[in-house]
């Protein structure tokens, strides 16, 4: 399996920083084998706030590189969607190029028009060191012909690193759905992801920075017309612990809509989050965070409660349902 590249990013809640999200599990120790998350939809006994049942699930299978096997979506107990992966690497992705080019059936005259944007890639790349995701639609509602040929194949271009380069996505007419690229600096960090349609056109944009002098890096993400649309700094303490996480978000004219500091323990886990409209000098809500924890110190319960911020007084808001998170792991 090639190794993917990243930016090391602190998260309060230990998600990856990986730009590759859609196939790249949560990074988690230790390794997680499977991980289940639900949205509980909590019930109100008089003043208090009960647990509830789930009102949605997302599981997640992964292997010892920690890449996505399988994923699934849950309404409730309802299954209602279910992905599944395979991987192909070196000779292997070179033989799903063989077989294109042997099942290849040209429908006119000229080969040029006829080719599909698959097995345009193939014959750019085919000396070159790619590997394939290979997507399976296991949904209840997919059918046997879904489960048996890829609903999407997801092409991925290596440097002499081992590094993606590229990431292209084919639907099962094998048409071009998106390209991403993938630059990185000299120590294999990525500093940049760029998404593009199938005909070249800019979905979005994303930048990766770090600065050693206030200790914090920073994740922008940039709209179809380069407008920027979020941005999130990360503040570490000297250990390398998230201290601090600012949140903000734009509209299409760059200006600012909402902002949000979260303020986490020593081990990097939120505690408190302050909400703010626009550049409002007070926040408008503030967040609690509470946890509970497994033997291997991953939580599998997260509780956030909100407070109304009013002339510097916060009051319990009593109308407002908490958010509550359970997460369920198998380890390796």
Known sequence: MKPTAFLALLFCLSAPAAAQTDLRCPELKPKTRSLKISRMQPLRRGKVW???????????????????????????????????????????????????????????????????ALDDFCRRNKKKD????????????????????????????????GFVTEELAFDPAMNLESAALFSYDKANNLVELTVNDFDGRQLRRETFTWDKATSSRAHAEYGA????????????????????????????????????????????????????????????????????????????????????VYNGNRMADTQYAPEITKREFQYY
Request: proline share 4%.
């Open 50 to 116: 009960l647990e509830g049942t789930p009102k949605s699930v997302a599981a997640v299978s992964c292997d010892l590189y920690g890449m996505k096997t399988e994923e699934a979506e849950y309404d409730g107990k309802n299954l209602v969607l279910k992905h599944t992966f395979v991987y192909k690497e070196k000779e292997e992705a070179r033989a799903l190029c063989d077989t294109l080019k042997s099942e290849e059936k040209l429908t006119s005259t000229f080969s040029e028009e006829a080719r599909s």
């Open 130 to 161: 790619f590997g394939a995701v290979l997507v399976y639609d296991a949904s209840p509602a997919g059918g046997r012909e879904s489960a048996r040929k890829p609903v999407r194949q997801v092409f991925r271009l290596y440097n002499p690193r």
């Open 225 to 308: 017309n380069n407008e920027l649309r979020k941005k999130t700094v990360y503040e570490l303490r000297e250990d390398g612990t998230l201290r601090r996480e600012v949140r903000s978000a734009y509209d299409s004219g760059e200006q600012p809509v909402t902002r949000a500091e979260v303020y986490c323990d020593e081990k990097g886990r939120p505690q408190k989050e302050l909400a703010y409209d626009a550049d409002a000098a007070e926040p408008k809500f503030e967040y609690t965070y509470a946890y509970k924890y497994d033997p291997k110190g991953n939580w599998t319960l997260e509780r956030k409660t909100r407070e109304i």
